[in-house]
């Protein structure tokens, strides 16, 4: 096994070793191959998990035959981080991705109206993000893929209604992500030793938050629920609070933009690289190219905790917005 695999592979190899459905095992293969950096001491490892993907599709392809097609609930992760919507139905879980992509979801007061995942792409400072609609939480029948697809999540938003049953769509809605091994990533301390459970980011987007009386309905309902998860009102009809949703989204994903500098030239300010908080240097030059990843002896940065074109090692933590020039 290579060395100095990232920390997106193993959580990746966590996701992949926990899959339920052949569709969930290709997507986390897919995204550990994306996470490994190119070189030859990985030749290995990526010829591996390439025979392991093309097991797996060509497992699946046998028993669905030839006509049919892949797994709707197999999706493709894009952008910097993947965000699942889910809730009980008439919650808004379809209104919020028409408002925040271009995703054109069907979307009706009768309840059960989204029958598949429908994903879409959200711009967030100025990073692309991955939202997916999914169908309603139900309690009488849900496609076990559905769980596998938040399984691949770096965020959940549940949904409620805070004009409807907020505390009864709640209680339902953690429940059944319960039943299947799923809990908010606060709520450790439920688990019992043997228990095997995924641990996800939860963030409650509480709708229908339209006006002044509405947020004392909030208010109440943040002061009597006894669940320690973070909350948000917000109103897509009215469009209240929709661009403070998508900071705490990005707050949640727990990622950092970084910008390049090629020496002697201007740093590219439009298109950052994306990595995770508390990621170094030699991290960030393997987002960069694998030639770096190899090479690098030392990089300069410019912004937080370092003087301007500050020499630092490979080992040097970044933070946001820093720009990196690399030297090999």
């Given at each position: 096994?290579?060395?100095?695999?990232?920390?997106?592979?193993?959580?990746?190899?966590?996701?992949?070793?926990?899959?339920?459905?052949?569709?969930?095992?290709?997507?986390?293969?897919?995204?550990?191959?994306?996470?490994?950096?190119?070189?030859?001491?990985?030749?290995?490892?990526?010829a591996?998990?390439?025979?392991?993907?093309?097991?797996?599709?060509?497992?699946?392809?046998?028993?669905?035959?030839?006509?049919?097609?892949?797994?709707?609930?197999?999706i493709?992760?894009?952008?910097?981080?993947?965000?699942?919507?889910?809730?009980?139905?008439?919650v808004?879980?379809?209104?919020?991705?028409?408002?925040?992509?271009?995703?054109?979801?069907?979307?009706?007061?009768?309840?059960?109206?989204?029958?598949?995942?429908?994903?879409?792409?959200?711009?967030?400072?100025?990073?692309?993000?991955?939202?997916?609609?999914?169908?309603?939480?139900?309690?009488?029948?849900?496609?076990?893929?559905?769980?596998?697809?938040?399984?691949?999540?770096?965020?959940?938003?549940?949904?409620?209604?805070?004009?409807?049953?907020?505390?009864q769509?709640?209680?339902?809605?953690?429940?059944i992500?319960?039943?299947?091994?799923?809990?908010?990533?606060?709520?450790?301390?439920?688990?019992?030793?043997?228990?095997?459970?995924?641990?996800?980011?939860?963030l409650?987007?509480?709708?229908?938050?339209?006006?002044?009386?509405?947020?004392?309905?909030?208010?109440?309902?943040?002061?009597?629920?006894?669940?320690?998860?973070?909350?948000?009102?917000?109103?897509?009809?009215?469009?209240?609070?929709?661009?403070?949703?998508?900071?705490i989204?990005f707050?949640?994903?727990?990622?950092?933009?970084?910008?390049?500098?090629?020496?002697?030239?201007?740093?590219?300010?439009?298109?950052?690289?994306?990595?995770?908080?508390?990621?170094?240097?030699?991290?960030f030059?393997?987002?960069?190219?694998?030639?770096?990843?190899?090479?690098?002896?030392?990089?300069?940065?410019?912004?937080?905790?370092?003087?301007?074109?500050?020499?630092?090692?490979?080992?040097?933590?970044?933070?946001?917005?820093?720009?990196?020039?690399?030297?090999?």
């Open positions: 096994m290579p060395t100095n695999l990232p920390p997106e592979y193993f959580s990746a190899d966590k996701k992949y070793r926990e899959a339920e459905s052949a569709s969930a095992k290709i997507s986390a293969l897919e995204e550990m191959m994306s996470t490994i950096p190119k070189h030859k001491g990985t030749d290995k490892l990526r591996d998990l390439r025979r392991k993907i093309s097991k797996l599709k060509s497992d699946r392809q046998k028993k669905k035959g030839a006509t049919k097609h892949e797994s709707e609930y197999h493709e992760k894009e952008g910097a981080g993947r965000i699942v919507i889910v809730g009980k139905p008439n808004g879980k379809s209104s919020l991705l028409a408002h925040l992509t271009h995703a054109t979801p069907k979307i009706s007061e009768s309840p059960f109206t989204t029958w598949q995942p429908l994903p879409g792409m959200t711009t967030i400072e100025d990073i692309q993000v991955q939202l997916i609609d999914t169908p309603p939480l139900n309690e009488e029948h849900i496609e076990p893929e559905l769980f596998d697809l938040m399984r691949t999540s770096d965020l959940i938003l549940i949904m409620v209604d805070l004009q409807a049953t907020p505390f769509q709640l209680e339902d809605s953690l429940a992500l319960k039943e299947h091994k799923i809990l908010p990533i606060n709520r450790s301390g439920e688990i019992d030793k043997y228990q095997q459970v995924n641990l996800l980011p939860v409650v987007v509480v709708n229908k938050d339209d006006d002044d009386r509405c947020d004392e309905d909030f208010e109440v309902f943040k002061e009597l629920l006894e669940i320690d998860l973070p909350l948000i009102p917000i109103s897509i009809t009215k469009e209240r609070s929709i661009e403070k949703l998508k900071t989204i707050d949640k994903l727990e990622i950092i933009r970084i910008y390049s500098k090629p020496p002697g030239k201007e740093a590219d300010l439009t298109k950052p690289f994306v990595v995770k908080k508390g990621s170094n240097v030699e991290e030059a393997g987002k960069v190219h694998h030639d770096f990843y190899q090479k690098l002896k030392t990089a300069r940065v410019w912004g937080s905790n370092v003087f301007d074109g500050q020499l630092v090692g490979r080992d040097h933590v970044l933070h946001d917005k820093d720009i990196v020039e690399l030297h090999l």
